[in-house]
């Protein structure tokens, strides 16, 4: 039998529906039971095999057309493989309450990919990765003998604690209240026409 230990934070935030929204659900881990946790990685395991063959059709030239049952059990295959390499895709959950924390969180990931890129560490990425920032930044922090990490964790436990994290922050409050004033000036515009 398998045994895995991994690092999570205390409290970890589900986004309710896409963009959270319905909100957040903030689920306490160390609450949860050693079955409970069991049945979440089960559960995982399944979802992300069956995610990767969500898509069964395929184009050919200007023609789509349904995969054949091979082609789908490849996608399978395929996944399972990224899985074993651990190049697998980490959707973003670093998943924003409100539109300054989304602008801030957008802003942040150009930022690292931008610093990540200036250091070298965005090289020699595998083909197929899908969250090249995170596989850098975990690549980098495995070299330095430090536990990989999440996006999550690392923008909200380490870099918007950062003075580049918190200068990003407040550039985020400002471009976002831009955005609305903006926004509003063009209602005014619209009405007067």
């Known amino acids: 039998m398998a045994s895995i230990t991994i690092d999570l934070p205390d409290t970890i935030t589900i986004p309710l529906g896409r963009n959270s929204i319905y909100g957040t659900l903030d689920v306490e881990v160390a609450r949860l039971p050693a079955n409970a946790l069991e049945y979440i990685a089960m559960y995982g395991f399944k979802q992300v095999i069956n995610d990767a063959m969500a898509t069964k059709t395929v184009k050919d030239g200007d023609e789509i057309r349904d995969m054949t049952a091979d082609e789908i059990a490849e996608k399978a295959s395929a996944k399972l493989e990224a899985l074993y390499d651990g190049t697998l895709r980490m959707r973003g959950e670093a998943v924003a309450a409100d539109a300054y924390e989304a ?37 980098h922090l495995r070299s330095k003998g ?48």
Request: charged fraction near 35%; proline fraction near 2%.
């Open 103 to 139: 602008e801030a969180i957008r802003e942040a990931k150009r930022y690292i990919i931008d610093f990540l890129s200036k250091q070298g560490e965005m090289k020699n990425i595998p083909k197929g990765t899908e969250n090249r920032m995170m596989f850098a930044l975990n690549r």
């Open 146 to 193: 430090r536990p990989e990490t999440t996006e999550s964790v690392y923008l909200n436990e380490v870099f918007f604690l950062t003075k580049a994290g918190k200068a990003i922050k407040a550039r985020a409050v400002e471009t976002v209240n831009q955005r609305r004033a903006d926004a509003a000036d063009m209602e005014d515009i619209l009405d007067s026409i």
